[in-house]
């Protein structure tokens, strides 16, 4: 079983467009992330959620919008498409926040905007 | 919020060489961790050190942390080619309103161990 999936794990559209990353983990887990890798490897966080409350929205843009409907859950939902927005997008669970423990990461979903 | 930053970037060596790969950050922490990403995938945790231990061993794995100059080491030895990958160390980072720390990466260090 995999502990942290993502789906889909390609994404290409247009500019302008919506798309949805959706994002669950079986670990039991409190709190989960998104992550966005830039082309040079650049990790950086977006939003951290912990039972379900956001806990960090790291200065996105409000097309950016998260949504947990349950703590196993954490789905991304990007409106209006930008060039920019071209990355993979991690998700990843801990146990606690801020406790220093161990990220479990998904696979990564590559959205490529056209 | 600080973010670690591994050195070298890039590292090519050949199979049973030793790989030291590095990580420096900016204020004091409560520990670091390591992580490992393959091509194409996910992050995967190889190690974590607190601020309190100066070493800790995994298999071939040996990670260093010195608080004074605040930095860290990865030493891979006798590598082998399934090694390559990037590495990357994660600090406490961001805080959250409660008080704790998001992890925070840097952009890794590219390892390609050459057959």
């Known amino acids: 079983d995999t502990a942290v999936s993502q789906t889909p794990k390609y994404l290409v559209t247009q500019m302008g467009n919506d798309k949805s990353i959706k994002c669950e983990q079986n670990?039991?887990?409190?709190?989960m992330y998104w992550y966005k890798q830039d082309s040079k490897k650049f990790l950086k966080i977006m939003f951290s959620?912990?039972?379900?409350?956001?806990?960090i929205n790291e200065t996105v843009p409000n097309r950016f919008s998260p949504k947990s409907p349950d703590k196993a859950h954490l789905n991304l939902h990007i409106n209006s498409l930008e060039l920019g927005d071209s990355a993979v997008y991690f998700c990843?669970?801990?146990?606690?926040?801020?406790?220093?423990?161990?990220?479990?990461f998904g696979e990564g979903s590559r959205l490529t905007v056209l | 919020s600080q973010q670690g930053e591994e050195d070298p970037q890039a590292l090519s060596i050949q199979e049973g060489e030793n790989a030291t790969m590095n990580c420096s950050y900016k204020?004091?922490?409560?520990?670091l961790q390591w992580y490992r990403q393959n091509s194409g995938r996910g992050l995967v945790h190889l190690i974590l050190?607190?601020?309190?231990?100066r070493e800790k061993h995994s298999g071939r794995l040996r990670v260093t942390l010195d608080t004074s100059k605040k930095s860290s080491s990865l030493l891979i030895t006798a590598s082998r080619a399934a090694d390559t990958a990037s590495y990357f160390c994660?600090?406490?980072?961001?805080?959250?309103?409660?008080?704790?720390?998001?992890?925070?990466f840097g952009r890794g260090t590219s390892l390609i161990v050459h057959p």
């Open positions: 990843a669970s801990s146990l606690g926040v801020g406790d220093g423990g161990e990220l479990f």
């Open positions: 670990l039991g887990h409190d709190t």
């Open positions: 959620y912990n039972n379900k409350e956001l806990i």
């Open positions: 204020t004091s922490i409560n520990n």
């Open positions: 050190i607190r601020s309190n231990e």
């Open positions: 994660a600090t406490d980072g961001r805080p959250t309103p409660g008080g704790s720390y998001i992890p925070t």
